[in-house]
């Protein structure tokens, strides 16, 4: 998948949600991130919770609209938690 299309929310799956939380916690644990950090338990606790989910397709947008109830949420978060788009897609995509 080129860097160039457009992802949809039909293209993102729960598999790919799953590798980018996997990724981040490898990228914490690289970092030096105690493994009783905040930071790793929560992302361990997203990945426990998305694996153990009935439907994971539904429970991911779910969790998406519960966390971001509006497209300004959604755009408060990322610059929250200083994520670029392009980082985002870093993680979401392998090249």
Same mark, same amino acid.
């Given at each position: 998948?080129?860097?160039?299309?457009?992802?949809?929310?039909?293209?993102?799956?729960?598999?790919? *949600?799953?590798?980018?939380? &996997?990724?981040? *916690?490898?990228?914490?644990?690289?970092?030096?991130?105690?493994?009783?950090?905040?930071? &790793?338990?929560?992302?361990?606790?997203?990945?426990?919770?998305?694996?153990?989910?009935?439907?994971?397709?539904?429970? &991911?947008?779910?969790?998406?609209?519960?966390?971001?109830?509006?497209?300004?949420?959604?755009?408060?978060?990322?610059?929250?938690?200083?994520?670029?788009?392009?980082?985002?897609?870093?993680?979401?995509?392998?090249?």
């Amino acid at each position: 998948m080129s860097r160039t299309q457009e992802l949809t929310m039909q293209d993102i799956t729960w598999k790919m *949600i799953e590798s980018a939380q &996997i990724k981040i *916690i490898k990228e914490a644990f690289r970092l030096r991130y105690r493994k009783d950090s905040k930071f &790793i338990s929560e992302y361990a606790g997203y990945v426990k919770n998305l694996r153990n989910a009935e439907n994971q397709d539904e429970y &991911i947008k779910y969790t998406a609209i519960t966390l971001f109830p509006n497209s300004q949420d959604i755009e408060n978060g990322i610059k929250d938690r200083h994520m670029t788009e392009e980082a985002v897609e870093d993680v979401l995509i392998d090249e």
